[in-house]
């Protein structure tokens, strides 16, 4: 017994050792490189980035020959810091010494490399480094067994302008992971119009989710041509494609579909009518404020709140008919014209008046405060009575308020 | 004297690197701060021809390096261009009502970024 | 027979019993800390090249509800609320729900942001105590519940009601989180968006620690040993504990300092139980309940990078008292599910994590307590083999230290957030001495809590937490 105790101590103990040493050798090596690395860097940087800015035809005779192995490291992480911060001629030129010094040659090896994680590094830094040559081979990097690589080459795909691979995207929208079907989107709405029509296309064969996906993605990018085909989704059978529909109608902001989404006002799914009423906010759509106030009476808090966003977008008129609302015989509908008048700053607009010369302009300031009391929403009312810096509008205010509420 | 001194404000070391050693390059003097405090500081104690400044930083954004400057009788004519990876057209009217000289996206193209530097710097000198 | 053969016997087998126990003990932390290793390794791999940046732009993100739970919190509250709202996130609301504070919490918040009274209209889907007001900001982020004092589950209820969006993070009024650290917690929601209900980050110990604006700004072990001891334990308990139950699908529990929950299904447990003394841990085990008792495909995950900056107590009250409070929690949670406890019908929750938590979690301190007695006794008894009981103390000193040191292996592989070489030594001489003395005291408060329980034993829902209770309610189980 007190042998196997011995025997567990001293193996123990031994490996106790074995990872105390590697911790610090680990931590050892790491810092000196990184020290090293850091020193290069600082002599190097200024090098690379002068021949960027510079017309000198070759990075090596800017380097004064080809970087020895450990400096190679330090270049291809300038390269790479800077080339994906700057656009134009800067770029081209850093490209071209990715180019020059082989690094793309090795991005291109290592696409075929066994461990997958090394496929999607170099899938990614090819990217970075905008050679054409690399169109190809990531092409079929879009089929890679691993999802992590075949975004990878999508997203680099993308950056250097392979249209033809929207196609092959399009379909990754249909993996049901929401993180990977954001990147793929961001990278479909990267390439703007020309991805539109492989992605219209698509449309039918696609998930539920991968639909919804590609309705957002014409949302981002507006393209004009789309409308009529968006109008026909907006009649879909499901709530969710009604609305996201509706929204890209609203972001792409073609006038002449404002009647169907003043009938979507009327849709029998929240969602869709929520949808409508921001769509026709965002259009600034004045032919459509007295159905914009008619929602406000919506049963959905949502829908409500949107109709009266929408109505403040629109402008004086839209809030011309919040004020009218005021008054309305629908409780809730009262309720979001005066939270939407007091967040628009209407409210203490309206309180100055109250202190004006002409009686008229008093009386009509009055009037208003008076239905605001009644429809019950005091809030913004109560801290103007409290703090409003004029004495009489204060006093005026108090007046208003019922007396509990005081 | 004409000063030669530009501020490149950005919290990243990067980005503010690659505009120094431009800016080097067209021989401008550079200083660099990494947040917008720090940038201030510099504004305070420079005679400066004009501040390059990121607009999304910790502790002090963009803008609020712009209102102080705009605010204070001192240095209030100094020109301040804005960069950002914002490209939303609210950011840029923003920027440019709270009074910045020039607003440019990032990625940005760097001749095109001097080009406007050199742009506002020969206003400035006519005004 | 005399007593003394009666005691000896007894005390011989139950020194069998230790040595068996502490075999099995260990066998279980070590393959956890395997498995860890691996999904450490796997996790950084998967993340080497983040593109947080698109994700956040991007308005297919899930938005959230940050609830934050205040009680008498007025010097910090507008500070926390202020670096929450710098947090890298396309869209969000905070929500403060300021549990019957008695001092200005409140005014502070509705000065600081502009807040006024909303009459919002909302559905009550969890009931609570009283709501006495509802506050919002003019841009509607900030949404400050105002309500009569119920506990810090009810208030979360409360935040739970008011909430907009379908997803929900809890978070500490006195935590910090990283900018990225919301994106990454809600990576799981998205790429497993039928299955995720819940997912946590790790906490890390902000004592020490250089704090400017809501934001860490330099990261240093704290000087005094009290919470550095804390900090090895936190790294333990995180990176070689809960990656390895994450792996197994059976996390029993994910930090209220910093948790992210989907509301459909907190709400269909009825919310924050409020008849325990540690709430987070009670709600993961009852969403693990309902989960699995309805067969549904669920995951519960941890996710080691987000990282969510918290104080720890500097004294062995305060210490104890927290302790003794999770402890309490951890015994009434796993009492109240005890049906769950080896039973294959709940997965390997049923036959590993319960049982671990049973046998190891719980009555662990009571077996190392009853240990270091038996060794009196036996000693007192002159039946101590002295060389025996020191080597097998020696193989126990070293099998912590091993865990320890491990744990800091995995933090210097994986996400290295203490730079320098002077904190590193510290980690690892820390990880020695804290089987001289730290270990034995916290088996100690554990011990009294569990007495604590037993001793009230009609009262096992019973909460004791101090200024933050709400009225006890009969435990379901009792």
């Known amino acids: 017994m007190q042998q ?18 590697a911790i610090v050798a680990n931590k050892a090596w790491r810092e000196t490189r990184a020290a090293g690395r850091a020193r290069r860097r600082r002599e190097l940087e200024p090098t690379i980035l002068g021949w960027a800015h510079g017309d000198e035809k070759t990075i090596r005779a800017a380097l004064e020959g080809d970087p020895s192995p450990p400096d190679r490291v330090v270049v291809e992480q300038i390269l790479l810091d800077h080339i994906q911060r700057v656009r134009g001629i800067e770029r081209e030129r850093m490209a071209k010494a990715m180019e020059q010094l082989g690094f793309v040659d090795v991005y291109l090896e290592g696409l075929e490399s066994r461990r997958w994680w090394r496929r999607a590094e170099s899938a990614e830094k090819l990217g970075l480094a905008g050679s054409k040559r690399a169109i190809q081979p990531l092409s079929s990097a879009l089929d890679d067994e691993m999802p992590e690589v075949r975004l990878r ?45 492989a992605v219209i296309e698509a449309f039918d064969e696609l998930s539920h989710d991968g639909q919804l996906a590609v309705l957002d993605i014409v949302g981002r990018v507006r393209p004009l041509s789309a409308t009529e085909w968006l109008l026909s989704k907006a009649s879909n059978d499901s709530t ?65 709140h949107n109709a009266a966003r929408a109505l403040r977008t629109i402008g004086p008129r839209g809030l011309e008919a919040l004020e009218e609302m005021v008054a309305d015989r629908d409780a809730f509908a009262r309720e979001q014209a005066v939270l939407m008048l007091e967040e628009a700053g209407r409210v203490d607009e309206r309180a100055i008046e109250l202190a004006e010369e002409d009686t008229a302009a ?45 | 004297m004409e000063s030669h001194q530009i501020l490149v404000v950005d919290d990243d070391p990067i980005t503010a690197r690659f505009i120094a050693s431009l800016l080097q390059e067209h021989g401008y003097d550079v200083l660099v701060a990494e947040d917008g405090a720090h940038a201030l500081e510099i504004v305070e104690r420079h005679e400066l021809a004009m501040v ?56 940005f193209n760097a001749r095109e970024l001097m080009a406007r530097i050199r742009k506002i710097l020969r206003t400035r000198k006519v005004s | 027979m005399n007593w003394v053969a009666i005691v000896t016997t007894l005390i011989i087998g139950f020194n069998a019993f230790v040595l068996v126990y502490f075999l099995l003990l260990n066998t279980s932390y070590l393959l956890l800390f395997l498995l860890s290793l691996r999904g450490v390794f796997r996790f950084v791999r998967r993340t080497f090249f983040s593109d947080y940046r698109q994700i956040m732009q991007s308005e ?13 919190e007025e010097k910090t509250i507008v500070e926390t609320v202020r670096s929450l709202r710098m947090v890298n996130y396309s869209e969000f609301e905070i929500i403060v729900i300021n549990d019957g504070s008695t001092d200005g919490t409140l005014k502070r918040l509705v000065e600081a942001f502009e807040l006024s009274r909303l009459d919002k209209v909302y559905k009550r889907e969890i009931a609570t105590r009283a709501v006495r007001g509802v506050y919002g900001s003019l841009d509607h982020n900030i949404t400050v519940v105002d309500k009569e004092q119920g506990g810090k589950p009810d208030a979360l209820n ?141 995951r519960v995950v941890f996710v080691p990078d987000p990282v969510c900056w918290t104080e720890v107590p500097e004294n062995l009250t305060v210490l104890r008292r927290q302790r003794a409070r999770w402890h309490r929690g951890l015994v009434q949670s796993l009492w109240a599910h005890k049906r769950i406890l080896c039973n294959p019908r709940y997965g390997t929750l049923g036959t590993v994590a319960f049982p671990h938590a049973f046998f190891f979690e719980m009555l662990g301190p009571l077996i190392e307590v009853l240990g270091y007695i038996a060794v009196i006794i036996s000693f007192l008894l ?44 510290k980690l690892i001489v820390f990880g020695i001495l804290e089987n001289f003395g730290y270990r034995q005291l916290l088996a100690l408060f554990k011990l009294k809590a569990l007495w604590d329980v037993l001793r009230r034993r009609r009262g096992w829902g019973e909460m004791d937490r101090e200024g933050f209770r709400a009225p006890p309610e009969p435990a379901p189980t009792s």
């Open chain 2, 52 to 107: 390059v400044s990121d607009l999304v930083m910790p502790y002090r954004d963009g803008y609020s390096v712009l209102r102080a400057i705009r605010r204070n009788e001192k240095y209030r004519d100094l020109p301040v261009l804005l960069l950002s990876m914002r490209d939303r057209e609210e950011d840029i009217v923003k920027g440019l009502e709270e009074g910045a000289d020039d607003y440019v996206i990032k990625p």
């Open chain 3, 158 to 298: 409360a935040g739970i009601n008011v909430s907009r969006y379908p997803l929900f993070c809890s978070i500490d009024a006195d935590s910090v989180i990283e900018d990225n650290a919301l994106l990454r917690v809600v990576k799981p929601f998205m790429e497993h968006p039928d299955e995720t209900v819940a997912a946590g980050g790790i906490v890390r110990i902000v004592n020490g620690c250089q704090v400017r604006e809501g934001r860490v700004v330099q990261i240093e072990l704290p000087d005094k040993p009290l919470p550095v001891f804390q900090v090895i334990e936190y790294l333990r308990a995180f990176l070689s504990g809960r990656v390895g139950w994450s792996v197994l699908r059976s996390l029993l529990i994910i930090s209220g300092a910093f948790g992210v929950y989907r509301k459909k299904e907190v709400i269909e447990i009825g919310g924050y139980g409020l008849d325990t003394d540690t709430e987070d841990l009670d709600l993961v085990v009852r969403l693990h309940r309902h989960m699995r008792e309805n067969q549904r495909k669920y």
């Open chain 3, 382 to 425: 002159g039946i101590l083999n002295l060389q025996f009981f020191l080597l097998f103390f020696a193989v126990a000193v070293l099998y912590g230290v091993f865990l320890s040191i491990a744990a800091v292996l995995l933090e210097e592989i994986s996400f290295r957030r203490y730079p320098g070489w002077i904190d590193l030594s």
């Open chain 1, 362 to 406: 008093r009386e009509a300031a009055r009037t208003f405060f008076e239905r605001v009391v009644a429809a019950g929403v005091t809030g913004r009312i109560r801290v103007l009575a409290r703090e409003h810096p004029v004495d009489s509008v204060r006093r005026e205010l108090l007046t208003l308020l019922p007396r509990e509420a005081v």
């Open chain 1, 240 to 304: 969710d494609i009604r609305a996201r529909a509706c929204h890209a109608l609203g972001s792409i902001g073609d006038p002449h579909v404002t009647p169907q989404l003043v009938s979507a006002l009327d849709d029998p799914k929240w969602p869709v009518r929520a949808m409508a009423a921001k769509a026709l906010g965002r259009m600034l759509m004045v032919e459509a404020v007295p159905e914009l106030a008619e929602a406000l009476r919506d049963k959905q808090w949502w829908v409500r």
């Open chain 1, 153 to 197: 080459a999508a997203k680099a795909l993308g950056q250097l302008g392979g249209v033809a691979s929207a196609r092959k995207l399009v379909r990754a929208l249909n993996e049901p992971n929401r993180w990977s079907t954001i990147r793929v989107a961001d990278i479909l709405i990267g390439m703007g119009h020309e991805s539109i029509h």
């Open chain 1, 4 to 21: 196997i105790l011995v025997w567990a101590i001293l193996s123990i103990s031994s490996v106790f050792m074995a990872l105390t040493i």
């Open chain 3, 60 to 72: 297919m993100t899930w938005p959230i509800s940050i609830l934050v739970a205040a009680h008498n």
